[in-house]
């Protein structure tokens, strides 16, 4: 299992900040789409994600023991 | 001390204690960014913000953009503090200093890491208003039309 972190609105929209997938081996591109159709989280289409702390691509591999985050767009400063 | 150059912190910061993390001999220049809570945004009168942070990425890509300012500024130091929770009007949320043996390169280097923060560390607020709350970033915002379609501007050339 692979833990998905969620910040912000998208937090809000999942109700949780944690979601746990079975998704070892997917790509970025394949976890964005699933969190879009199956968790109904309209906002990951504008979203980064990072994997262990660094942006990724959406060719990128996940894989279990990753620590993986939903990025929306930030708004710090 | 404290001696973390870059880091989110739920406390108030301190601008002073900010400026003696980059004070040394070889400085001619400190500049100093604090970025506060404003109380009106297009008219629309904030109560408070929130701040919300993927601690300990954001962390990082502050360090990042550290090591970025000093490659383009040689001779530079640079820390920032960015707070994070509940912050009233006028409270700081960010602080950059960067010192510098001459002023233009510590005037520079400052402006280009809030630019930076602003488009890469995963820092996120929410700005409470009289009648509501929204996440800032969110694109419901950014593409929200008051009329409820786009309106189109006369006098710009759209092709």
């Known amino acids: ?77 | 001390m404290n001696e973390k150059l870059f880091e989110v912190v739920e406390k108030p910061i301190s601008v002073q204690e900010m400026i003696k993390k980059v004070e040394r001999r070889e400085a001619g220049a400190i500049t100093t960014f604090i970025g506060t809570v404003r109380e009106f945004t297009k008219g629309k009168r904030t109560i408070y913000l929130e701040y919300q942070a993927y601690i300990p990425m954001a962390e990082k890509m502050l360090a990042k953009i550290g090591e970025e300012v000093r490659r383009n500024w040689p001779h530079t130091e640079i820390a920032i503090s960015h707070r994070i929770g509940k912050l009233d009007i006028s409270e700081s949320a960010v602080v950059i200093v960067v010192s510098s043996p001459h002023r233009k390169a510590a005037y520079q280097a400052n402006e280009y890491a809030i630019e930076r923060i602003k488009e890469m560390v995963p820092i996120w607020k929410k700005e409470r208003w009289e009648d509501g709350e929204e996440w800032v970033g969110n694109q419901l915002e950014n593409i929200s039309y008051p009329t409820g379609k786009p309106e189109i501007k006369e006098g710009i050339n759209n092709d």
Do not use: C, R
């Open chain 1, 1 to 77: 299992m692979i833990e998905i972190l969620l910040f912000a609105q998208l937090q809000e929209d999942a109700g949780t900040d944690k979601l746990l997938i079975d998704g070892d081996g997917w790509t970025v591109k394949k976890l964005k789409n699933q969190l879009i159709t199956q968790y109904q989280l309209l906002q990951v289409e504008q979203s980064m994600v990072a994997i262990n702390e660094a942006y990724a691509l959406d060719s990128d591999e996940i894989h279990s023991g990753d620590i993986v985050a939903i990025i929306p767009p930030v708004s710090g400063g």
